[in-house]
């Protein structure tokens, strides 16, 4: 199995940067794309950013120009640069990864248990 394990979360203010992590270790799998969600209270989990393993990258409208995702392959570890956070940045964030079973050739998606994040005004 894949285990993905998120840090970084923190209480800033409004206009502050933070910067999450999520290490990914893995044996029997070989990781594709990650990316981070994130959900809030009450609300659905969202889509914040995925990267492939070339390098694409993917974001939300509502992170475009504030929020850059990037990986280190050889470091198995995915990064989330977060700046100029807003209140409503606030939420719970989640590592994910596609991974391919170097076994069965199957493809899932795997997840962290998240870390807090909580912008104040």
């Known amino acids: 199995q894949v285990q993905l394990v998120e840090s970084g979360g923190d209480l800033v203010q409004a206009g502050e940067s933070l910067r999450l992590s999520c290490a990914a270790s893995?044996?029997?799998?070989?990781?594709?794309?990650m990316g981070w969600y994130r959900q809030a209270p009450g609300k659905q989990r969202e889509l914040v950013a995925t990267?492939?393993?070339?390098?694409?990258?993917n974001y939300a409208d509502s992170v475009k120009g504030r929020f850059t995702i990037s990986r280190d392959n050889a470091k198995n570890t995915v990064y989330l640069q977060m700046n100029s956070l807003k209140p409503e940045d606030t939420a719970n964030y989640y590592c994910?990864?596609?991974?391919?079973?170097?076994?069965?050739?199957?493809?899932?998606?795997?997840w962290g248990q998240g870390t807090q994040v909580t912008v104040s005004s």
């Open positions: 994910s990864a596609n991974a391919t079973s170097i076994y069965s050739g199957r493809s899932r998606n795997f």
């Open positions: 893995r044996s029997t799998f070989s990781i594709n794309a």
């Open positions: 990267i492939t393993s070339g390098g694409n990258t």
